[in-house]
């Protein structure tokens, strides 16, 4: 993958951060996109490129504005010069339970984790048809098996993993579109939504009985773009086994 450019949403933290860091160890530039964080991805920024100059670099964009959509992959090329895979990670996550439910969490939620990869991934097909390369969309195990409390965050995760299987057979035979579904990886920052107990209970219902962490998301990211040139159109779940028994 070595000089392959890579633009990932949300890359400045979290689950982001682990992806950017796996895919720049694996050769790749990285830019790393940011909504709010402008000092982790100006930290992240600075590190990578410390590690091997001129191989990041950060932009910003609100990705719930689809003028910055194109404009965010326009700059991304006309950083590195090619663009060869797109990893929709950016994501909303908040509770939306029903008779609760506004236009703004619709707007959020939709728009994170569901409009933004739709757009970004039509600004950036025609980048990635000419180098053959690739979509990457982080879901959810909750797309297929929706959680209590909340439907729209599982909707919009519901149609993410929808909109990967389309965008395979669309941007077929030239670019390969996957998903990674995560299981208890992370706790959500904050850590009001799930107390002790729920989280407990969460991973007793893992075959593996422990959390994940960000590093296997980042590594499963790293074979579908590396190692998988016969995979499209899939989702894997890597949840520790948690949807073998949900």
Not at 22 to 29: F, K, P, Q
Not at 93 to 105: K, Q, R, S
Not at 192 to 203: G, L
Request: glycine share 8%; aromatic share 4%.
């Amino acid at each position: 993958m070595i000089g392959k450019t890579v633009l990932i949403t949300g890359a400045a933290k979290r689950v982001g951060r682990s992806i950017a860091r796996e895919l720049h160890g694996a050769g790749c530039n990285i830019v790393v996109h940011y909504r709010h964080a402008a000092e982790a991805a100006r930290t992240l920024t600075e590190a990578l490129n410390e590690e091997r100059s001129g191989s990041a670099c950060c932009l910003h964009a609100d990705l719930l504005d689809v003028r910055a959509l194109a404009a965010l992959v326009d700059q991304s090329v006309a950083h590195f010069g090619h663009l060869d895979a797109l990893v929709n990670n950016a994501s909303s996550f908040f509770p939306t339970p029903l008779g609760t439910i506004d236009e703004a969490a619709w707007t959020d939620l939709m728009g994170s984790n569901l409009k933004a990869p739709l757009f970004l991934a039509q600004a950036a097909a025609p980048h990635l048809r000419e180098s053959h390369g690739a979509v990457i969309n982080i879901t959810d195990i909750h797309a297929e098996r929706p959680m209590a409390g909340y439907p729209l965050y599982c909707a919009a995760k519901a149609g993410l993993l929808g909109l990967t299987r389309a965008l395979a057979i669309e941007l077929a035979p030239d670019v390969r579109v996957n998903a990674v579904a995560p299981g208890p990886i992370l706790w959500p920052e904050g850590g009001d939504d799930f107390d002790s107990a729920e989280r407990a209970e969460i991973v007793a219902h893992t075959l593996l009985k422990h959390e994940g962490s960000p590093h296997d998301i980042a590594r499963t990211v790293r074979f579908l773009l590396a190692d998988a040139p016969y995979i499209t159109g899939q989702v894997i779940n890597v949840d520790g086994g948690r949807t073998a028994h949900l």
